[in-house]
């Protein structure tokens, strides 16, 4: 079992930037692939990023050039960075990570909301 509790989200007016943290704690050598997820209000979950254990990422097309992931393997961690927010980035922010048998695990999300 992983498990994951995400953090940093909040409230920022739009052009800001906000950095959420997800911290993993169990199986954390089991960890493969790290994502961040949203859920706008009103709308279907999506795919922000994701990073591999390999460093490698993508990203949403709606985010490219404004997000950015990382991750701290030391401190079993993933950042988002997220700069030039929109209102329409308005969301849960949510936390997921892959195991290397692709089970899943999901934090409890976090929200931001961007102001106009």
């Known amino acids: 079992q992983v498990q994951l509790v995400e953090s940093g989200g909040g409230l920022v007016q739009a052009g800001g930037s906000l950095r959420l943290s997800c911290a993993a704690s169990?199986?954390?050598?089991?960890?493969?692939?790290m994502n961040w997820y949203r859920q706008p209000p009103g709308k279907q979950r999506e795919l922000v990023a994701l990073?591999?254990?390999?460093?490698?990422?993508n990203y949403a097309d709606s985010v490219k050039g404004r997000f950015t992931i990382s991750r701290d393997n030391a401190k079993s961690t993933v950042y988002l960075q997220m700069n030039s927010l929109k209102p329409e980035d308005t969301a849960v922010y949510y936390c997921n990570v892959l195991d290397y048998k692709l089970v899943a695990y999901w934090g409890k999300g976090t929200l931001v909301t961007v102001s106009s």
């Open positions: 169990g199986r954390i050598a089991s960890i493969n692939i």
């Open positions: 990073i591999t254990s390999g460093g490698r990422t």
